[in-house]
């Protein structure tokens, strides 16, 4: 029985300034501790971290995985009926892994070292979903190792290809004729959770998985246009593991990219991917449901130039009847967003329409030759919705709905490649990003069609004092709030809007002021936006979920110290990653040793989750 909770509270704590280093910051009555780093045991019979990377892939699957984002905290269930807001199931996604850091250094040999299948299984073994369960005990965070209810899904996980495109020719494969077996989810971004209490993890960057070994070129226009590199990738699972080999296997890449439904409370249960909800780069989803009780799910593809999507189901939610409702996502209607500038061209904000990517009912796919029948609309997403005029976006991240109004809300994180603009994405070279929201025609979240604004333009007011140029921010963006890139993106219970941020953290030039990434608390009403928290250095903010009291919030650190990214920290010249951490394994961050809540040496940075919550127990943000 959810609790009910107050509309829109208002902001009530005091502001974090921003900044760089490697701790955490919460505000002034906040504590925070440190649960589940990479590495952590799992099961009675996982391995204790090592600290050199030097586990093997057979540890890793007995161990959390690598790189934490989006994730979703189940509560169990009291002996009266109620919720638990001291104990339930953290299911947490895995996104990828970061090489310089996980393998053990090896004398003589380059990064990432002489390559064996058992390290391309340790890394496939370190992406996927990780159920966690987690309890209060004493005050204290706690990870119930060996629990009945802890599992590892990875890269190698059987799952099942379900819905309108499964056991097509296109998801066929040698090792699977059939083509609705799949194995493995990968590069697990944002994620949604149902009405009905599933788990959906959401496959975002796979094209970087799939290279080939052979000397040509044979990518067709569908891999092109999903992203797949003509060469070799970084993760080097082609060279020993063939399925990842495009040249050999064709198809094996278009079994990723999709939604896939877990359910937490079973740890035998088959992991399935929901072709209905469209195969695309995706970020995140968000579940609602329509006036008539039709399932509704808001999906963003985070690429430049890139959608913004929806299904709805054509089965209708059954709040009585649990079971009727576990195949809801296989059967319905995609659409593809639409945002037009309305009367004023300029003013930031509009009015958007729906577009239907299907087979037969929509025209121009009707007569497009290149999807033979819906299960290729579905496979072919982005080509589908480059067919009908969708609107090019700023990288469409986290969506999320209000619990009240229904209203929704989507980052956009930036955009380097923006030439044209248009209202919603009203930059250039957009360094940023901004937040747009929308409603649907009569609050019906099956309408076809909506009215939307900006809630924030992201903007640096310190770098940019003249706040008519619009690399300012919007009119709540301030010298004391101002950020970039935000990412995460999530409503808590009572209506706060809670962004996380995945972008410079630089600290000078156009990001001076702007600090680490960090997270933010909005008031969708006032539109006031305060900084609530500061990461370590080198890390994004990701994956967020509250207790069903609002009470506590989960939030993860991924990449902490990373040294491969834009703002990572350079080996001196001439020298590797590698060959730094052989000759002193001290020299790069090793957050979060010394963390609250974390004993003992680290050895590497590792991504885990932080917990936070009020000195006095109160509700979080007001
Ligand atoms: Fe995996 Fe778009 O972040
Ligand atoms: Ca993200
Ligand atoms: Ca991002
Ligand atoms: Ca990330």
């Not at 019979?45 to 959390?64: C, I």
């Not at 030439?419 to 609050?443: C, H, K, L, M, Y």
Request: charged letters at 20%; aromatic letters at 10%.
């Amino acid at each position: 029985t959810p609790t009910p909770m107050p509309t829109t509270p208002k902001l009530g704590f005091t502001a974090v300034p921003a900044g760089s280093g490697n701790s955490i910051v919460v505000p002034q009555g906040y504590r925070y501790q440190v649960i589940a780093p990479w590495g952590s045991p799992l099961f009675g019979n996982s391995p204790a971290w090592k600290g050199d990377s030097s586990e093997t892939g057979a540890d890793q699957a007995l161990q959390v995985g690598d790189n934490h984002d989006g994730m979703h905290f189940f509560p169990l269930t009291g002996a009266d009926g109620k919720e638990l807001s001291d104990e339930g199931l953290l299911v947490m996604n895995h996104e990828y892994c970061n090489y310089e850091y996980f393998y053990k250094p090896e004398a003589g040999q380059t990064y990432p070292n002489a390559w064996t299948l058992d390290k391309v299984r340790k890394a496939q073994h370190a992406h996927g979903v990780s159920v966690i369960h987690v309890k209060r005990v004493s005050g204290e965070w706690q990870v119930q190792v060996g629990s009945a209810h802890n599992r590892r899904i990875h890269g190698n996980t059987p799952m099942l290809l379900t819905g309108p495109a499964a056991g097509h020719a296109l998801l066929q494969t040698s090792a699977d004729p059939t083509g609705t077996v799949a194995l493995g989810t990968l590069n697990n971004c944002g994620n949604g959770w149902t009405l009905w209490g599933t788990y959906l993890t959401c496959e975002e960057n796979f094209n970087s998985y799939f290279g080939t070994t052979s000397a040509t070129d044979t990518r067709s226009a569908l891999m092109k246009r999903y992203g797949l590199s003509a060469k070799g990738t970084s993760y080097r699972w082609e060279e020993l593991d063939k399925r990842f080999d495009y040249a050999q296997e064709a198809n094996e890449s278009n079994r990723f990219g999709w939604i896939v439904e877990i359910d937490p409370w079973d740890v035998s249960s088959t992991p399935k991917k929901r072709t209905a909800l469209g195969r695309v780069k995706h970020e995140n989803c968000a579940m609602t449901l329509s006036a008539d009780r039709h399932v509704v799910v808001y999906m963003g593809d985070d690429q430049a130039n890139d959608y913004v999507y929806k299904f709805v189901s054509a089965g209708q939610y059954d709040a009585a009847n649990p079971q009727a409702n576990r195949n809801l996502l296989d059967s319905g209607k995609l659409y593809v967003a639409r945002f037009d500038a309305g009367a004023v061209a300029g003013d930031m904000m509009g009015v958007g329409q729906w577009l239907l990517l299907d087979k037969t009912a929509n025209a121009t796919l009707a007569a497009d030759a290149s999807f033979a029948d819906q299960a290729e609309v579905l496979i072919k997403t982005r080509l589908a919705a480059d067919a009908v005029g969708a609107t090019k976006m700023d990288r469409p991240e986290w969506v999320t709905v209000h619990p009240t109004t229904g209203e929704v809300y989507l980052t956009l994180t930036n955009n380097s490649s923006r030439t044209v603009t248009d209202d919603a994405n009203p930059r250039v070279s957009n360094a940023f990003g901004q937040i747009i929201r929308w409603r649907e025609t009569g609050g019906d979240a099956a309408a076809l069609a909506f009215e939307w604004d900006l809630f924030v333009l992201a903007g640096n007011p310190v770098a940019y004092p003249d706040r008519t140029d619009l690399r300012s921010g919007s009119a709540n963006v301030t010298a004391d709030n101002t950020f970039n890139s935000p990412d995460g993106l999530a409503f808590a219970p009572n209506g706060l809007l809670w962004i996380e941020t995945d972008g410079s953290n630089s600290n000078t030039g156009i990001n001076q002021g702007q600090g680490n990434n960090q997270m933010l608390v909005a008031d969708p009403v006032s539109k006031e936006i305060r900084r609530f928290l500061v990461g370590p250095d080198g890390c994004e903010i990701t994956g967020i979920t509250f207790t069903p009291d609002v009470k506590t919030v989960f939030i993860n650190v991924q990449h902490p110290g990373e040294v491969s990214g834009p703002n990572a920290p350079v080996p001196p010249a001439g020298q590797t990653v590698n060959d730094v951490l052989l000759a002193n394994p001290t020299a790069f961050s090793k957050w979060p040793e010394a963390a609250p809540g974390i004993t003992g040496p680290m050895g590497r940075p590792r991504s885990a989750t932080v917990v936070i919550w009020k000195e006095d127990g109160g509700v979080l943000g007001v």
